[in-house]
Nanobody, 126 residues
C-alpha cells in the first residue's frame, strides 16, 4: 500500500509558475504509474497528467499541454507537476494518484488509480 501527500499549492497570479510535489511512502514506488488530477468546485475530477513507471513516457490533457510538466524521481519516491503560465481556469484542488494500470489508454481515467492523496489547492487570480 502506498500513501501520497501533495504539497506546493498556493495562490498565484495568472502567468505565474509553481511546482506541486507528491511524496509517496510505501514499498515499490517505481512500480506505480503516477498521475495528477484536478477538481474545481461543481465540476468532476479531471485528468491533468500522467507518467509511466520509469518516467520515460508522459501524458497530458490538451488543456495543460505545453504549459505543465510532469516528472518523477524514483530515488526520492516523489512525483512533480511543474505548472507554467498558470491560467485562472487552472484553479482547482490538485490530487496525485498511484496506479498499476498496464494499458496506457487507461492512464487518463481515475479508475486506473487505486491510491490518492488528499489534494492541494491551487488558485490562480486574473
Amino acid at each position: 500500500q502506498v500513501q501520497l501527500v501533495e504539497s506546493g499549492g498556493r495562490l498565484v497570479q495568472a502567468g505565474d509558475s509553481l511546482r506541486l510535489s507528491c511524496a509517496a511512502s510505501g514499498p515499490q514506488f517505481g512500480s506505480y504509474v503516477m498521475g495528477w488530477f484536478r477538481q474545481a468546485p461543481g465540476r468532476e475530477r479531471e485528468f491533468v497528467a500522467a507518467i509511466s513507471r520509469s518516467g520515460a513516457s508522459v501524458y497530458y490533457a490538451d488543456s495543460v499541454k505545453d504549459r505543465f510538466i510532469i516528472s518523477r524521481d524514483n530515488a526520492k519516491d516523489t512525483v512533480y507537476l511543474q505548472m507554467n503560465s498558470v491560467l485562472p481556469e487552472d484553479t482547482a484542488v490538485y490530487f496525485c494518484a498511484a496506479g498499476k494500470a498496464e494499458e496506457e489508454s487507461a492512464y487518463v481515467t481515475p479508475e486506473a488509480y487505486g491510491y490518492w492523496g488528499q489534494g492541494t489547492q491551487v488558485t490562480a487570480s486574473s
